[in-house]
């Protein structure tokens, strides 16, 4: 029977169709069939990840049977062997360490369920307050910006199809082209109407889109996005093009922002970005005069030590246009991975409950631990963040434990390599996945766990809207649920509450427990969103009892106890340099064939055959100067470690940067020379801009 169900990939979400496959196997291997459904998100549209996506379902390598490490190798075990084997090594560090000695680590593509259930066996089962999740190297930054401008981070408040009707639309640091292929149908009236702006380092294919009259290109140097954006609200400023009115409605703060931004004239930030002033006073007057502006930001602008500003100084931009909150207009960011909204908004996060509520709250402290049956002074306090959080493993007084559930760390955390120590250096790394990641390789137990169209659970998409996905096939013998084996472990450290392991069960405790928080999901079951799925109709939270939901937020006023929106000076901490002599500046980035760390996406024959090893893109000139030729292998260096990759050269790339994916392990692997600078607002790394050399190699290793 065909299941309507959502892609496991990003966070567009693209609706699908699941049939089993006749005879049990499709073209490649698949046990479904996988069709594009029509849905305002993707409009039946899939792309190349989304087509082949069921193949994953039957790759070689799937676990289905729990494994434990003996004599220095990982074996067999049954699930009575290895949950008892964790169950009491967890007990023991406990009553040893204390419950901070144990790590929890998620992901942003765990359903709403097995996030929020996560959450609570951390803080119930394990009395940890060491959990954080790898949204916190996606989204961080963004949320952060959001929370202090808005008083809520919901990624899109407003549905994805408004752009639609947009003549106007400044994307910062996102390659939807590679990134979402579906979602550019919505920037088709933009293009149309010349007014797609594109920021980014490299030519991207979604920079391509403003070719032939269609926008313009935005080409800074890395790590200069907070100058470029300080300097566009200045000409708006310096031209009367804001929005005076608005500002004084609906915000705070417009004063100090106005003086914040005086120093940062046209030619000053063309001297610090590369960017021509004639183009910057070009791309202010489209924004102000546009019929329907929205400003979207990405990971490029975000993932910095100054992400949280930079984010912050777009949002003044659009407060400053008085885009927010207004019909047929905006801002937004482009949540990335596939449940990276509702990831960020049920527990998985260091300082967080359910609903998007504080954990330092007392009030959100005992609504919570109300639902959980439970004294509030039994929940631990908040946490540390990601990055804090792997910088602990293995340490004398930090984290001897750790459990990862639907993460891959070693290949997805900066400085990859310290991050591969830290992890053998645990007495206990447990890791859940449903094939043997670089990750789970260095595990002492690796427990196989369902995939996506084997499981009942939601989604919330990069508008805020509750998805469902759907069973369309029984998981393999031997293959648990990731909320029976939380439950199951639960049980074993005796842990208080109930802990149900149904899906639709679980949502319901999680609605209830969300009930008044700024992520409210309490009008909301299973049942209930199948009807309105079936009605065609869309829940996007807010969605408290009674209510119809909230496709578009602040109409009325902010999230703020005033309802004002915070205009929020900020300023470059140190102005940006560049790389130092002979250096490049490295910028990591998707493919669009690959998605992640790779973990799921190069085990699928069409994607690996079409991108099959790391490429470092290069301009031309670039390369002469280094005497590298297009194809030869080169090494990349930092300070941290080397990759060994082919040189791909393209005019498209500024002459001092680089650029290379991040979905590649071993030696190709990106993080290797990443480091572990922080934002310190929000934790979020610094992957974009990072000193490095490029020379030529004798061969690349794998």
């Known amino acids: 029977m065909a299941a309507d169900s959502h892609c496991p990939y990003c966070a567009l979400q693209c609706a699908m169709t699941l049939t089993p496959a006749p005879g049990g196997s499709a073209p490649g291997g698949s046990p479904l069939t996988v069709e594009g459904r029509a849905f305002p998100t993707n409009r039946g549209g899939l792309c190349k990840k989304g087509w082949t996506s069921a193949e994953l379902l039957a790759a ?13 190798a990982l074996r067999p075990a049954t699930w009575e062997e ?84 947009a003549d106007t639309i400044l994307m910062l640091g996102s390659n939807v082209a590679a990134t979402m292929p579906p979602f550019l149908g919505h920037l088709a009236g933009a293009r149309a109407a010349g007014g797609l702006v594109v920021v980014d380092p490299r030519r991207s294919q979604t920079a391509q889109l403003t070719a032939d009259g269609a926008g313009i290109h935005l080409q800074p140097a890395p790590g200069t996005d907070l100058v470029l954006l300080l300097g566009l609200l200045h000409v708006v400023l310096a031209e009367g093009l804001a929005d005076i009115a608005y500002l004084e409605a609906r915000t705070t703060g417009f004063d100090a922002v106005r003086r914040s931004v005086a120093p940062w004239w046209p030619e000053r930030v063309q001297e610090h970005t590369g960017v021509p002033v004639g183009q910057l006073r070009e791309v202010a007057r489209r924004l102000a005069r546009g019929r329907g502006t929205y400003i979207l930001t990405g990971r490029g602008v975000e993932q910095h030590v100054d992400g949280t500003d930079t984010a912050t100084a777009a949002i003044n931009l659009a407060l400053a246009l008085g885009l927010p909150g207004r019909a047929g207009s905006g801002y ?9 909204q509702g990831g960020r908004e049920h527990g998985q996060k260091c300082d967080q409950l359910p609903g998007y509520r504080k954990i330092t709250d007392p009030d959100a402290r005992a609504a919570v631990a109300a639902v959980w049956g439970v004294a509030p002074g039994i929940l631990p306090g908040p946490g540390v963040p990601a990055v804090e959080l792997l910088g602990m493993l293995g340490r004398p007084g930090g984290v001897r434990a750790l459990l990862v559930h639907g993460s891959n760390v070693v290949v997805s955390g900066p400085d990859a390599g310290a991050i591969r120590s830290g992890l053998e250096a645990l007495d206990l790394l447990v890791v859940s996945d449903f094939v043997l990641s670089e990750t789970a390789e260095l595990a002492d137990v690796v427990l196989p766990v369902t995939q996506w169209a084997e499981e009942e659970g939601t989604m919330t998409n990069l508008e805020g809207r509750i998805l469902r996905r759907r069973r369309a096939l029984e998981p393999p013998d031997g293959v648990r649920s990731e909320l029976d084996i939380l439950a199951d472990l639960a049980a074993r450290l005796h842990a208080p509450s109930v802990w149900p392991t149904d899906p639709a069960g679980v949502f319901d405790e999680l609605a209830r427990a969300s009930a008044g928080g700024v992520a409210d999901y309490s009008g909301l079951s299973h049942a209930l969103l199948d009807e309105q799925l079936a009605a065609g109709e869309a829940a996007h939270w807010p969605y408290p009892a009674g209510s119809a939901g909230t496709p578009r937020l602040f109409l009325d006023r902010f999230g703020h106890d005033d ?28 493919l669009l064939e690959h998605y992640q760390s790779g973990a799921q996406t190069r085990r699928v024959p069409e994607l690996l055959t079409a991108q099959p090893d790391v490429r470092a893109e290069l301009h031309p000139a670039t390369a002469a100067r280094l005497g590298i030729a297009d194809g030869d292998p080169v090494l990349v260096r930092s300070a941290r470690g080397q990759v060994a990759a082919r040189a791909l050269l393209t005019p498209g790339m500024r002459i001092d940067t680089v650029f290379l994916p991040f979905h590649f392990a071993g030696r190709q692997c990106a993080n290797l020379l990443t480091e572990a600078a922080v934002d310190p607002i929000s934790a979020m790394p610094e992957f974009k801009r990072t000193a490095v050399t490029v020379e030529r190699a004798a061969e690349v290793a794998a």
């Open 60 to 72: 070689p390598g799937r676990l289905t049977t729990p494994l434990v490490r003996r004599d220095g």
């Open 82 to 165: 290895a949950l008892a084997l964790v169950a009491g090594r967890l007990a023991d560090i406990r009553r040893e360490d204390g419950p901070d000695a144990v790590g929890v680590f998620g992901g942003g593509g765990l359903t709403n369920e097995k996030a929020y259930l996560l959450g609570k066996f951390a803080r119930l089962a394990l009395g940890t307050s060491r959990i954080d999740y790898n949204g916190r190297f996606c989204m961080a930054s963004a949320a952060a910006a959001g929370n202090r401008a808005f008083g809520v981070d919901r990624g899109m408040p407003f549905p994805v199809t408004d752009l639609d009707d």
């Open 332 to 340: 937004g960011t482009l949540t990335g991975q596939g449940n990276g």
């Open 563 to 590: 309802g004002r929106a915070r205009l929020v000076a900020v300023r470059p901490r140190e102005l940006a340099q560049g790389a130092g002599p002979g250096e490049l500046t490295l910028i990591t980035g998707r």
